[in-house]
């Protein structure tokens, strides 16, 4: 799971008017090695349109659909992403029937543990740092928790919340896979030189 290092969990509405796609291809043409569709607003249909065309770009990233397994399996993405609304890890296992991989964003080590056994092939833990993007979910889970999950599980921990480059060093020292980004990459002046400072600091 290599490609989890780092993934881009898109926000249309984040972009500082930029096209979400072309900022993907810049970020893919960097070196960007995965993305997580997560538009939640949009229809299946218009999900699928957007899902297809990141799917396309030059150096396709690892894609993941935020929810919709019926999206994923449907584009051909690499997996989906559950969240607290979504079928259970299980259930998503089952739909998908090994024809794409799941993961599971948590909040805590109970979450992880119970994702974990259920089969997830990857966990997004956050939001390890304050941020605007996560603050309703409550409060910054923080180093040591992150370090309490990636402890308690044998599947790769993928960090998210608050995280810039200046924070990979420790949340790797945490035991984290991975790292996974909004606004670091998607509010950036260069999204481009953004996703290369964070392939630096993973390196």
């Not at 584009?75 to 979504?86: F, K, L, M, N, P």
């Not at 608050?162 to 509010?187: K, M, N």
Request: net charge neutral; charged share 25%.
């Amino acid at each position: 799971m290599d490609q989890l290092r780092l993934c881009l969990v898109t926000d249309r509405a984040g972009t500082r008017g930029r096209d979400l796609v072309e900022v993907a291809a810049a970020c893919a043409a960097a070196g960007l090695p995965a993305v997580e569709v997560r538009e939640k607003d949009l229809g299946p249909a218009d999900l699928a349109a957007l899902c297809r065309r990141i799917r396309a770009l030059h150096g396709a990233p690892f894609l993941i659909v935020n929810d919709r397994v019926d999206v994923a399996l449907a584009v051909g993405a690499d997996g989906v992403q559950r969240t607290h609304s979504s079928l259970s890890v299980e259930e998503l296992k089952a739909v998908a029937d090994k024809r794409t991989r799941v993961g599971a964003s948590v909040h805590g080590l109970d979450e992880a543990r119970a994702a974990a056994q259920q089969g997830a092939d990857w966990l997004f833990f956050g939001p390890v740092y304050d941020t605007p993007s996560k603050r309703r979910y409550g409060a910054p889970q923080g180093l040591a928790a992150l370090e309490q999950v990636t402890a308690a599980v044998q599947i790769p921990v993928i960090a998210i919340g608050g995280i810039t480059p200046d924070r990979v060093a420790e949340v790797r020292a945490a035991g984290a896979h991975g790292v996974a980004v909004i606004s670091a990459i998607l509010f950036a002046d260069d999204p481009a030189a953004a996703t290369r400072r964070f392939l630096d600091a993973l390196a």
